[in-house]
T-cell receptor, first 110, second 112 residues
Framework: QKEVEQDPGPLSVPEGAIVSLNCTYSNSAFQYFMWYRQYSRKGPELLMYTYSSGNKEDGRFTAQVDKSSKYISLFIRDSQPSDSATYLCAMKGTGNQFYFGTGTSLTVIP | GAGVSQSPRYKVAKRGQDVALRCDPISGHVSLFWYQQALGQGPEFLTYFQNEAQLDKSGLPSDRFFAERPEGSVSTLKIQRTQQEDSAVYLC??????????FGSGTRLTVV
Protein backbone atom coordinates (compact mmCIF):
# COMPACT_ATOMS: atom_id res chain seq x y z
CA GLN A 1 0.00 0.00 0.00
CA LYS A 2 1.34 3.40 -0.95
CA GLU A 3 1.75 6.05 1.72
CA VAL A 4 -0.53 8.42 -0.19
CA GLU A 5 -3.45 7.44 -2.40
CA GLN A 6 -4.93 9.77 -4.99
CA ASP A 7 -7.45 9.03 -7.73
CA PRO A 8 -5.67 9.78 -11.02
CA GLY A 9 -8.88 10.74 -12.80
CA PRO A 10 -9.09 12.13 -15.39
CA LEU A 11 -11.66 14.62 -14.16
CA SER A 12 -13.53 16.80 -16.64
CA VAL A 13 -15.84 19.62 -15.52
CA PRO A 14 -17.57 22.60 -17.19
CA GLU A 15 -16.27 26.09 -16.57
CA GLY A 16 -17.65 27.58 -13.37
CA ALA A 17 -18.08 24.22 -11.63
CA ILE A 18 -16.82 23.45 -8.13
CA VAL A 19 -14.03 20.88 -8.24
CA SER A 20 -13.24 18.53 -5.38
CA LEU A 21 -9.89 16.72 -5.29
CA ASN A 22 -8.97 14.26 -2.55
CA CYS A 23 -6.18 12.18 -1.09
CA THR A 24 -6.03 9.60 1.64
CA TYR A 25 -2.96 8.55 3.56
CA SER A 26 -1.88 5.88 5.97
CA ASN A 27 0.89 7.48 8.05
CA SER A 28 -0.54 9.17 11.14
CA ALA A 29 2.77 11.01 11.64
CA PHE A 30 2.11 13.29 8.66
CA GLN A 31 1.68 16.88 9.86
CA TYR A 32 2.32 19.06 6.80
CA PHE A 33 -0.03 18.89 3.84
CA MET A 34 0.33 20.56 0.49
CA TRP A 35 -1.35 20.79 -2.88
CA TYR A 36 0.68 21.35 -6.00
CA ARG A 37 -0.46 22.15 -9.52
CA GLN A 38 1.56 20.79 -12.42
CA TYR A 39 1.13 21.91 -15.99
CA SER A 40 2.39 19.70 -18.79
CA ARG A 41 6.19 19.62 -19.02
CA LYS A 42 6.54 21.93 -16.02
CA GLY A 43 7.57 21.38 -12.42
CA PRO A 44 4.96 21.28 -9.63
CA GLU A 45 3.84 24.69 -8.33
CA LEU A 46 2.81 25.08 -4.70
CA LEU A 47 -0.86 26.06 -4.35
CA MET A 48 -1.74 25.49 -0.72
CA TYR A 49 0.09 24.57 2.45
CA THR A 50 -1.59 23.46 5.68
CA TYR A 51 -0.15 22.40 9.00
CA SER A 52 -2.17 19.82 10.95
CA SER A 53 -5.97 19.72 10.71
CA GLY A 54 -8.38 22.41 9.59
CA ASN A 55 -9.29 24.54 6.63
CA LYS A 56 -7.35 27.11 4.68
CA GLU A 57 -8.73 29.39 2.01
CA ASP A 58 -6.89 31.34 -0.67
CA GLY A 59 -9.00 32.99 -3.32
CA ARG A 60 -10.89 30.30 -5.22
CA PHE A 61 -8.98 27.50 -3.48
CA THR A 62 -9.83 25.85 -0.15
CA ALA A 63 -7.74 23.11 1.42
CA GLN A 64 -9.16 20.85 4.13
CA VAL A 65 -7.31 18.39 6.34
CA ASP A 66 -9.06 15.78 8.48
CA LYS A 67 -6.32 13.96 10.37
CA SER A 68 -8.79 11.72 12.21
CA SER A 69 -9.87 10.27 8.86
CA LYS A 70 -6.46 10.65 7.20
CA TYR A 71 -8.15 12.53 4.38
CA ILE A 72 -7.31 15.80 2.67
CA SER A 73 -9.23 17.77 0.08
CA LEU A 74 -8.77 20.68 -2.30
CA PHE A 75 -11.79 22.59 -3.53
CA ILE A 76 -11.67 24.90 -6.51
CA ARG A 77 -14.59 27.31 -6.88
CA ASP A 78 -15.64 28.92 -10.15
CA SER A 79 -13.23 26.72 -12.08
CA GLN A 80 -11.54 28.23 -15.12
CA PRO A 81 -9.99 26.63 -18.21
CA SER A 82 -6.62 27.84 -16.91
CA ASP A 83 -7.11 25.51 -13.94
CA SER A 84 -6.68 22.55 -16.31
CA ALA A 85 -3.61 20.74 -14.98
CA THR A 86 -2.56 17.81 -12.82
CA TYR A 87 -3.06 18.36 -9.09
CA LEU A 88 -0.71 16.60 -6.71
CA CYS A 89 -1.20 16.23 -2.99
CA ALA A 90 1.91 15.96 -0.85
CA MET A 91 2.52 15.41 2.84
CA LYS A 92 5.34 15.21 5.33
CA GLY A 93 5.99 14.09 8.86
CA THR A 94 9.04 14.90 10.94
CA GLY A 95 11.43 13.51 8.35
CA ASN A 96 12.84 15.37 5.37
CA GLN A 97 10.99 13.94 2.44
CA PHE A 98 7.57 14.74 1.11
CA TYR A 99 5.32 11.94 -0.07
CA PHE A 100 3.30 12.69 -3.16
CA GLY A 101 0.12 11.23 -4.57
CA THR A 102 0.06 10.15 -8.20
CA GLY A 103 -1.80 13.30 -9.24
CA THR A 104 -5.31 13.95 -10.56
CA SER A 105 -5.63 15.22 -14.11
CA LEU A 106 -8.25 17.98 -14.34
CA THR A 107 -9.75 19.50 -17.50
CA VAL A 108 -12.08 22.50 -17.27
CA ILE A 109 -14.16 22.78 -20.42
CA PRO A 110 -15.06 26.32 -21.59
CA GLY B 1 17.80 33.86 -9.82
CA ALA B 2 14.04 34.13 -9.52
CA GLY B 3 13.37 30.42 -9.64
CA VAL B 4 14.97 26.99 -9.58
CA SER B 5 16.84 26.39 -12.81
CA GLN B 6 17.60 22.93 -14.15
CA SER B 7 19.73 21.91 -17.10
CA PRO B 8 19.58 20.36 -19.54
CA ARG B 9 15.81 20.39 -20.06
CA TYR B 10 16.01 17.23 -22.14
CA LYS B 11 18.68 14.55 -22.27
CA VAL B 12 18.81 11.45 -24.44
CA ALA B 13 21.40 8.92 -23.33
CA LYS B 14 22.42 5.59 -24.75
CA ARG B 15 22.14 2.73 -22.32
CA GLY B 16 25.36 2.48 -20.36
CA GLN B 17 26.24 6.16 -20.74
CA ASP B 18 26.89 8.40 -17.72
CA VAL B 19 24.81 11.57 -17.34
CA ALA B 20 25.00 14.65 -15.12
CA LEU B 21 21.99 16.79 -14.32
CA ARG B 22 22.40 20.26 -12.89
CA CYS B 23 20.24 22.23 -10.46
CA ASP B 24 20.61 25.93 -9.61
CA PRO B 25 18.42 26.56 -6.55
CA ILE B 26 16.95 29.87 -5.48
CA SER B 27 19.67 32.01 -3.95
CA GLY B 28 19.77 31.66 -0.18
CA HIS B 29 17.73 28.46 -0.07
CA VAL B 30 19.37 26.13 2.40
CA SER B 31 17.44 22.97 1.59
CA LEU B 32 17.68 21.21 -1.75
CA PHE B 33 15.88 18.08 -2.85
CA TRP B 34 15.99 15.78 -5.86
CA TYR B 35 12.91 13.88 -6.94
CA GLN B 36 12.26 11.40 -9.74
CA GLN B 37 8.92 11.52 -11.55
CA ALA B 38 7.97 8.65 -13.82
CA LEU B 39 5.30 9.17 -16.46
CA GLY B 40 1.85 9.44 -14.90
CA GLN B 41 3.21 9.23 -11.36
CA GLY B 42 3.88 11.62 -8.55
CA PRO B 43 7.43 12.64 -7.68
CA GLU B 44 9.45 10.15 -5.66
CA PHE B 45 12.09 11.36 -3.21
CA LEU B 46 15.72 10.71 -4.09
CA THR B 47 17.93 12.78 -1.80
CA TYR B 48 18.10 15.87 0.43
CA PHE B 49 20.80 18.45 1.14
CA GLN B 50 21.03 21.05 3.84
CA ASN B 51 23.67 23.45 2.56
CA GLU B 52 26.51 21.20 1.38
CA ALA B 53 25.64 18.28 3.63
CA GLN B 54 23.73 15.38 2.13
CA LEU B 55 21.50 14.48 5.07
CA ASP B 56 19.30 11.88 3.43
CA LYS B 57 20.00 9.73 0.38
CA SER B 58 17.59 6.95 1.24
CA GLY B 59 15.63 7.39 -1.99
CA LEU B 60 18.51 6.84 -4.40
CA PRO B 61 17.52 3.65 -6.24
CA SER B 62 21.00 2.19 -6.67
CA ASP B 63 24.67 2.95 -6.23
CA ARG B 64 24.67 4.18 -9.84
CA PHE B 65 23.01 7.36 -8.57
CA PHE B 66 25.16 9.99 -6.92
CA ALA B 67 24.37 13.57 -5.90
CA GLU B 68 26.56 16.39 -4.66
CA ARG B 69 26.31 20.02 -3.62
CA PRO B 70 29.91 20.92 -2.81
CA GLU B 71 29.50 24.63 -2.08
CA GLY B 72 25.99 24.59 -0.75
CA SER B 73 24.40 26.10 -3.83
CA VAL B 74 24.46 24.33 -7.22
CA SER B 75 23.78 20.60 -7.10
CA THR B 76 24.52 17.84 -9.59
CA LEU B 77 22.78 14.49 -9.85
CA LYS B 78 24.92 11.94 -11.63
CA ILE B 79 23.70 8.64 -13.00
CA GLN B 80 26.31 6.12 -14.06
CA ARG B 81 25.77 3.36 -16.62
CA THR B 82 22.21 4.50 -17.36
CA GLN B 83 19.48 1.90 -17.78
CA GLN B 84 16.12 2.16 -19.51
CA GLU B 85 14.34 2.16 -16.16
CA ASP B 86 16.16 5.42 -15.33
CA SER B 87 14.03 7.22 -17.95
CA ALA B 88 12.00 9.81 -16.04
CA VAL B 89 11.79 13.49 -15.23
CA TYR B 90 14.28 14.50 -12.56
CA LEU B 91 13.01 17.39 -10.48
CA CYS B 92 15.03 19.62 -8.21
CA UNK B 93 13.40 21.70 -5.49
CA UNK B 94 14.70 24.16 -2.95
CA UNK B 95 13.29 25.82 0.12
CA UNK B 96 14.35 28.37 2.71
CA UNK B 97 12.67 26.54 5.53
CA UNK B 98 11.80 22.90 5.27
CA UNK B 99 8.33 23.25 3.84
CA UNK B 100 6.76 24.54 0.64
CA UNK B 101 9.41 23.62 -1.91
CA UNK B 102 9.86 25.55 -5.15
CA PHE B 103 10.41 23.13 -7.99
CA GLY B 104 12.34 23.56 -11.19
CA SER B 105 10.87 22.48 -14.53
CA GLY B 106 12.90 19.29 -14.44
CA THR B 107 15.21 17.38 -16.74
CA ARG B 108 13.50 14.79 -18.90
CA LEU B 109 15.92 11.86 -19.28
CA THR B 110 15.31 9.28 -21.96
CA VAL B 111 17.58 6.25 -22.06
CA VAL B 112 17.59 4.44 -25.40
Amino acid sequence: QKEVEQDPGPLSVPEGAIVSLNCTYSNSAFQYFMWYRQYSRKGPELLMYTYSSGNKEDGRFTAQVDKSSKYISLFIRDSQPSDSATYLCAMKGTGNQFYFGTGTSLTVIP
Amino acid sequence: GAGVSQSPRYKVAKRGQDVALRCDPISGHVSLFWYQQALGQGPEFLTYFQNEAQLDKSGLPSDRFFAERPEGSVSTLKIQRTQQEDSAVYLCASSFRNYGYTFGSGTRLTVV
